[in-house]
């Protein structure tokens, strides 16, 4: 698993999604205070499909894009460039082998949340990607 996690992370490094956010792509969750724009990512699932003698994982991953920006030219900047670096992509993983990466949705969102005693609303869009991986 180890291996799979540093490959986004080693993947992100560097790109158009990364200068985007400046940077801020965690694991998870985002710190306490974090500046947006930023990214998260996770694992919401992950399943065995082995097939005859191939063992092969199916993880569903989902990158949440949170932007406080008023208007929708951020946050669909960084949801092109996502799709850019990751749709239908090639994995460099140690430990096992890169099999697939298919995204499968988005959903959007409107959120509040509490900054410093004030209310703040920020975009939420979450996109899943349906990521395969052999032998792991």
Not at 6 to 16: D, H, L, R, W
Not at 62 to 78: C, K, P, Y
Request: aromatic share 10%; with cysteine; hydrophobic share 40%.
């Amino acid at each position: 698993m180890d291996g799979l996690l540093t490959a986004i992370m080693t993947k992100t490094s560097g790109s158009a999604l990364s200068t985007d956010v400046g940077g801020r792509i965690y694991l998870d969750d985002a710190p306490d205070g974090s500046t947006f724009p930023y990214v998260t990512f996770q694992i919401i699932s992950g399943t065995p499909d082995d097939s005859f003698q191939e063992k092969v994982d199916e993880f569903i991953f989902q990158f949440s894009l949170f932007s406080a920006s008023s208007g929708a030219a951020e946050i669909t900047d960084m949801y092109n460039d996502l799709r850019t670096l990751f749709d239908d992509c090639t994995l460099t993983m140690s430990g096992a082998t890169f099999v697939s990466m298919q995204r499968q949705s988005l959903t959007t969102m409107i959120e509040e949340i509490t900054v410093s005693d004030a209310a703040q609303r920020i975009r939420h869009w979450a996109v899943e990607y349906l990521i395969r991986v052999a032998n792991l």
